[in-house]
């Protein structure tokens, strides 16, 4: 082997990047076994790659080592945010972990219940539609009409991978999703969606089978399109619960929350 023909310049990023996923992964797989959470390693990838876009938001170059950095700084302070409500709160760890997933994979309005009497009722309001839930997607194309309403049951499945998946098939669960187009572009459209039911990942798989998968989404969407896209601000999946409405499930007070539409998805959006 001649050795002077070896590129440092390409090798030693790549053997540092190496050694610090060995020197990562290995302790906290260790965690994953030992406790049987299995989220934990996903929300710190998540929390990961809200780094990455954060320094987009930034105007960072994305290719520079600045966003590598910025990755890590946000997995390191996700880690230490769960190492420290571990300690404070070791018996709610796994629904800690769990919630941190949801805030750090999605934007919008996230629901909790502080005592399970209020839980119990939120889940019955849920399961007999008295929710009204409103998400703003951005879709791959034009819908043919105003408005479409999406009935195709679904089922969950594991994939070659290992992966939990959900599709469109006879003998899954029946699913309903409405959708209003808010704005077209030539290539892409705004949607306004309203959820009849709440199936896992039903607005991704139910738009994907339309024919418009979501922007953004890495496990249904166009992922050549993606990577287009990701030039443009595109760097994550493009749903954003907007609005919730529902009865106060001890008070009976009508509760309405809404959340703006997030800077990305918004510059997105509004670009000519």
Avoid at 143 to 159: H, M, N
Avoid at 188 to 208: D, F, K, M, P
Avoid at 242 to 247: N, Q, Y
Wanted: aromatic residues 6%; positive net charge; proline residues 3%.
């Amino acid at each position: 082997m001649n050795w002077t023909s070896i590129d440092l310049a390409i090798l030693a990023p790549a053997f540092c990047a190496g050694v610090l996923v060995l020197a990562t992964h290995v302790p906290l797989g260790a965690q994953v076994l030992r406790k049987g959470i299995v989220f934990i390693d996903l929300a710190i990838a998540q929390i990961a790659a809200l780094g990455v876009i954060g320094a987009g938001l930034m105007d960072i170059d994305p290719s520079g080592w600045q966003v590598q950095v910025a990755a890590a700084a946000a997995a390191l302070a996700g880690a230490l945010l769960l190492a420290w409500t571990e300690k404070m709160w070791p018996e709610v760890q796994e629904a800690q972990i769990g919630v941190l997933f949801v805030l750090a994979a999605t934007a919008g309005i996230l629901l909790l219940a502080k005592k399970r009497s209020a839980l119990v009722e939120l889940h019955r309001m849920l399961r007999e539609g008295e929710v009204k839930k409103v998400y703003v997607a951005v879709v791959k194309g034009v819908l043919d009409k105003t408005t479409l309403e999406i009935r195709a049951p679904l089922r969950k499945y594991v994939s070659a991978k290992g992966e939990r998946r959900v599709s469109v098939g006879e003998g899954g669960r029946e699913a309903v999703t409405r959708v209003k187009a808010l704005k077209s572009g030539r290539d892409c459209s705004v949607l306004e969606v309203r959820l009849l039911t709440g199936r896992t990942h039903q607005i991704r798989v139910h738009l994907a089978h339309a024919g418009h998968p979501i922007l953004g989404d890495d496990k249904y969407g166009d992922f050549s399109l993606n990577h287009a896209l990701a030039k443009q601000g595109v760097r994550r999946l493009f749903l954003h619960a907007r609005l919730l409405e529902f009865a106060h499930p001890i008070s009976g007070e009508h509760v309405e929350l809404e959340a703006k539409l997030p800077d990305d998805m918004r510059a997105f959006v509004e670009q000519p």
